[in-house]
Structures are given as C-alpha cells and as structure tokens.
C-alpha cells in the first residue's frame, strides 16, 4: 500500500516539473523572444527571422552557437547569456510546434532568376540547387538543413551575404560559405525572394 502511495506521490511530482518546465519556457518566451520574433515565432520583422515551424534540432544548434560565440550576433549572444541548455532545449521545441504563417514573393515567381537558382542552381558557377538540400518547397531536412519556406527574403539575403564574406561560420563543411561567395547581389536578392514565397 505504501509503495502504491509513493509511486502516485513521485508521479504526480514529475508532473507538475513537466507542466512548470512548460510554463517557463513560454514565460522566457515572453520575457526574451517574443520582441523580435513574436510569441509565435512568425517575426513581422523583415531582419528577424520567423522561428515557427523551424526544425528543432536547427533551432537548438543556433541557440548553442550563439551562446558559444561560433556564430557572432551581439543582440542574440546576450538573449541566450542566461539561458540553460534545458531552456534552449526547451525554446527549440516550443518554436518547432508554432505554425508558420505563410509569405508571397514581391516580384520572383516562376521562371525568375530566382526560381531558376533555387530548383537547378547556377552551373557555370558551379552553384547547386537549393532544393537539393533544402527540399523542392523548401522544407529543409530535419538534423541536416533548416527549413527555408516562407522565410524573410531580408533576413535569408542578409544570411548569404554574412555566409559569403565569412561573418557567419557555423555552416557544417563551410558548405553554404563556398555557395554564398559565388552568387552576385542580384542573385542573392533574387533566390531570397523567390524563397520568401515558398509554400
């Protein structure tokens, strides 16, 4: 009877950390994120980027290499100071779960420049496709590539330009710094557009 009582006490303990650990990570979201990215991580911002919907484990590695200094941003390196491994942990989740509030590309629809670098790349430059690792809608793939649909084309423009000139170095295998040194202003601007309106 008594280990029946225990179980039931010990249970209901974990319980109430599970339902306190949830509380807290939307209380940093509130008290941290939701600023610039919003509570739900659809950024109105166009230079935050939207964090709804994003692969936890892309999320998680960004939060850690802010924390770490691998990748450089002042205003995010202090957001995450403070922050545990648990509650990044937590934040990634929380934004994985949000739903993405779809974009529409200003001006770069099908047959653009955009498309063309986006869906086939840029041979004579030896650029590959997007799509390649990104995925055809540009839903990425979880562990390896984030999600890209949807995304700000002034925060994925302002990435590959940091990418090309070395001011973002947390890419695995420099893989996008080799890609974003080869694409002109005009391509970055265009493949960007073309992204944001990726459904």
């Known amino acids: 009877m008594f280990q029946k009582h225990l179980i039931f006490i010990i249970t209901l303990i974990f319980l109430n950390m599970a339902s306190a650990e949830t509380i807290n990570v939307e209380k940093i979201v509130q008290n941290v994120c939701m600023a610039c ?7 109105v911002v166009a ?28 205003v995010m390196a202090g957001m995450v100071a403070n922050l545990s491994e648990d509650e990044m942990k937590g934040l990634a989740e929380y934004f994985s779960k949000q739903d993405l509030k779809l974009s529409k590309a200003t001006s770069n629809g099908k047959g653009s420049l955009g498309e063309k670098i ?14 390649g690792c990104h995925g055809p809608s ?10 890209l649909n949807a995304q700000h084309a002034d925060y994925i423009k302002t990435q590959l330009q940091n990418f090309s000139v070395g ?6 295998e420099k893989v996008m710094r080799m890609i974003a040194e ?13 992204i944001q309106g990726l459904q």
């Open 37 to 43: 990215h919003a509570m739900d991580g659809n950024s």
């Open 138 to 147: 540009g839903h990425g793939i979880p562990s390896k590539f984030p999600r």
């Open 118 to 131: 986006f869906r086939a790349g840029i041979k004579e430059k030896k650029v590959p496709a997007c799509a």
């Open 182 to 194: 080869k694409l002109s202003e005009k391509e970055m601007e265009a493949v960007s557009d073309y």
């Open 47 to 74: 230079a935050n980027p939207k964090l709804s919907a994003q692969h936890e484990s892309y999320l998680y590695k960004q939060l850690m290499n802010y924390k770490s200094g691998k990748r450089d941003n002042a």
């Open 167 to 172: 001011l973002r170095a947390n890419d695995s």
